[in-house]
């Protein structure tokens, strides 16, 4: 009986620790896919020969500071969620940024209503210039109550240089987590 008892109470553990185990919410996060489910333009390419995990990374190269360029996607947030982590690696080579502090390398996450208006003005995960070897920009964030999906925006922004992007995460937290915030 204490055999069956241990053994049931193992299964639940393991069970339960499944359950709890966080899912990444964007798709095609290590863009081993190519740039399937981003909505990109044309300074965004895959490269296999400059990637931190798998076969890929995205690569944005920009000769000229004069635009904002880059890539996107836009997810679901899953109900009752009320705080997420967000986090990538990036890596730049040359990012030169314009006059202002909000212009560079830019890892930036717009929460957006039912009729996919934007929330407030968006979180900042990263914002890079210069050169910087492959490092996680990581940050973990409150999500405002209309919220119901959220966007990720990787770009250029009115900087020019080379910025090297992979395995983007978006994980809900649970309520210890959001708790610590």
């Not at 895959?46 to 000229?64: E, L, R, S």
């Not at 890892?107 to 990263?126: C, P, Q």
């Not at 959220?150 to 395995?167: E, H, K, N, P």
């Amino acid at each position: 009986m204490k055999i069956y008892t241990l053994l049931c109470c193992a299964v639940f553990f393991m069970l339960a620790h499944k359950a709890s185990a966080q899912k990444n919410l964007v798709t095609n996060a290590g863009f081993e896919d190519e740039l399937n489910d981003w909505a990109a333009d044309n300074s965004a390419k895959v490269t296999p020969w400059d990637y931190k995990g798998g076969k890929n990374a995205c690569a944005i190269i920009v000769y000229n500071g004069n635009n904002w360029v880059g890539l996107s996607q836009t997810v679901r947030i899953p109900k009752n969620t009320l705080g997420m982590e967000f986090s990538g690696w990036l890596k730049t080579i040359n990012v030169v940024k314009g006059d202002d502090e909000w212009k560079g390398a830019i890892f930036n996450i717009e929460f957006l209503d039912k009729t996919d208006k934007k929330i407030g003005e968006g979180e900042n995960i990263a914002r890079l210039s210069g050169d910087h070897e492959w490092e996680q920009a990581k940050k973990q964030v409150k999500v405002p109550a209309t919220a119901v999906s959220f966007r990720v925006l990787l770009a250029m922004g009115y900087a020019s240089g080379t910025m090297l992007i992979d395995d983007i995460t978006a994980k809900v937290l649970n309520a210890e987590e959001v708790a610590k915030l």
